[in-house]
């Protein structure tokens, strides 16, 4: 889609390295995006159980990594909303667009174009954002002694 949209009016021979460099930049930003994702926070629809129709509280649901449920102390409870709060008050001490640029990648899973877009910036500068605040949250979070 993106070669249709935006290389049009490109000559047939150069088409082919155009949907490559798309290809190769779009397969990157998934990893990427995946990467850090995975890395600072869990997935909420991890949490989900399928029974559940209506909206779920990810403080009390947990689900162990093998997907099998598992009655949570109250000190593991406790320590994980300590941990959720201290990743929420990191990522509020970012920098304003960091912090934007960041929840709309990685939390609202808006792809490069959308956000730079939605933040009227160029597409370098919300990778650029992104990876400023990945790094910032990441040391952050480390010093405190939480690790992904």
């Known amino acids: 889609m993106k070669l249709a949209e935006h290389y ?15 290809l190769s930049n779009c397969t990157l930003d998934w990893f990427r995006r995946t990467k850090t994702r995975n890395a600072v926070f869990s997935n909420l629809s991890d949490f989900e159980s399928t029974a559940d129709e209506g909206d779920f509280d990810l403080l ?5 990594p093998d997907d099998s449920q598992r009655v949570e102390s109250a000190e593991d409870a406790t320590g ?11 990522v509020q001490e970012l920098p304003a667009r960091q912090r934007e640029a960041f929840l709309m990648r ?15 910036c ?6 650029t954002h992104c990876s400023r605040a990945v790094q910032a949250l990441s040391k952050a979070l480390k010093a405190k002694g939480i690790k992904p």
């Open 122 to 127: 160029s597409e370098g500068s919300v990778k």
């Open 60 to 64: 009390e649901t947990y689900l162990s």
């Open 106 to 120: 990685y939390w609202e899973e808006m792809d490069v174009a959308e956000t730079a877009a939605a933040m009227g």
């Open 80 to 90: 994980r909303a300590q941990i959720l709060r201290e990743i929420e008050l990191q």
């Open 8 to 22: 049009g009016d490109k000559p047939p021979s150069e088409l082919p390295m155009l949907f490559q460099r798309i």
